[in-house]
């Protein structure tokens, strides 16, 4: 489970002094604490406990890409480098992602799974490739392949 391998990534940290990882798995532990106490109502035997941290770890990384952006433009490159390293840290922790080219096939597998023909299945589409590879695929690219196969 990715709990027990971010717990074990901590304590490889602390040992080693990499103070940056450290910091870094401790805010993604937090972030999953935080949402198990949101979903402490809700019925927690049907979750998947995997895909609910690898959500986490892929919002975490899009937080961290708009950071990059804002500090850049502020002219704070020291920050935007430290977002780069915490990304590269997190991501240790993510599926493989997919290329161009593995993106553009899987699309084209779900325009011809679904029928799809005209941009009013631009929706169902990403749907049905948020189902098979949710934070394995950068959903943003994944959109602009299906609208351009469909427009």
């Known amino acids: ?5 971010l717990t074990e990534a901590m304590k490889d940290a602390m040992r080693a002094k990499e103070k940056r990882k450290l910091s870094t ?4 532990l937090a972030a999953v604490k935080e949402k198990d ?8 035997t049907d979750r998947d406990d ?12 899009k937080q961290r890409n708009d950071s990059i952006k804002a500090y850049e433009e502020a002219g704070r ?6 977002e780069r390293t915490e990304i590269t840290i997190i991501q240790k922790f993510l599926p493989k992602q997919m290329d161009e ?15 799809a023909e005209g941009l009013k299945d631009i929706g169902r589409c990403m749907g049905a490739l948020k189902g098979k590879f949710a934070g394995q695929m950068d959903f943003a690219k994944a959109s602009v392949t299906i609208k351009g196969m469909l427009s």
């Open 1 to 5: 489970m990715l709990r027990d391998d």
């Open 25 to 28: 798995i401790r805010l993604i």
């Open 37 to 44: 106490i949101a979903m402490r109502g809700d019925d927690a």
């Open 50 to 61: 995997d895909a609910m941290v690898i959500d986490i770890l892929s919002k975490m990384v």
């Open 77 to 82: 490159c020291e920050l935007a480098e430290q």
């Open 101 to 115: 080219a593995e993106i553009k096939a899987a699309c084209e597998a779900a325009v011809s799974e679904l029928g």
